[in-house]
């Protein structure tokens, strides 16, 4: 992981995504793995909304067409973001990672169904359809990078299994087969 110092901060992102992607065999688009590239490069000039993300998602539903396209982005947005890189502070908060996720990847979906309607705007619905499906495994990607950069705090065995049980995650389950830990799949919940 290598950061050459004339790197922008999209191109430094742009290796972690490719590589994280492909370790993990995610199978995604480049417009999608350019979105996430995007993404972490926004997020990391910027502080994370602390509003609610149901305030937001009824904000959502409120608004005109083009407002409610952007609460939903956000929603998603940042669903995605704290549930990769910041899942281990919300464990013992009222709501917790697999709240994100679901809030995430419905944001993603119910964006991808308004821009279906816009025919030069195709790419964009197959980026947030994408997104939605595949939301658990974007999170997945992101929180591989925050490791590998150092982002958070290393994750203990304890506190891995403890977010694999909620989760069911592939990425957790090798994690944790890697430390020798060999968990099983009728404890998760």
Not at 12 to 35: A, H, M
Not at 73 to 85: C, R
């Amino acid at each position: 992981m290598d950061l050459k110092l004339d790197a922008s901060v999209a191109e430094f992102f742009q290796g972690l995504i490719s590589s994280t992607i492909k370790n993990q065999g995610v199978d995604t688009s480049e417009p999608t793995e350019c979105y996430l590239v995007n993404l972490l490069a926004a997020f990391s000039n910027t502080t994370v909304d602390d509003e609610p993300l149901a305030l937001k998602m009824a904000s959502a539903m409120e608004a005109s067409p083009d407002e409610r396209a952007r609460h939903l982005k956000e929603v998603g947005d940042t669903s995605l973001y704290v549930s990769g890189f910041f899942a281990e502070s919300l464990q013992r908060k009222l709501v917790d990672v697999d709240y994100y996720i679901q809030m995430g990847g419905a944001a993603y979906s119910e964006l991808a169904g308004y821009f279906r309607g816009y025919r030069r705007s195709e790419v964009f619905g197959e980026v947030y359809d994408e997104l939605g499906q595949k939301f658990p495994r974007f999170v997945d990607v992101l929180a591989e990078i925050s490791e590998q950069t150092s982002c958070t705090s290393n994750l203990s065995l304890v506190q891995l299994y403890e977010r694999w049980l909620r989760t069911g995650s592939e990425w957790m389950e090798r994690r944790l087969r890697e430390h020798g830990v060999i968990p099983k799949k009728s404890e998760l919940q």
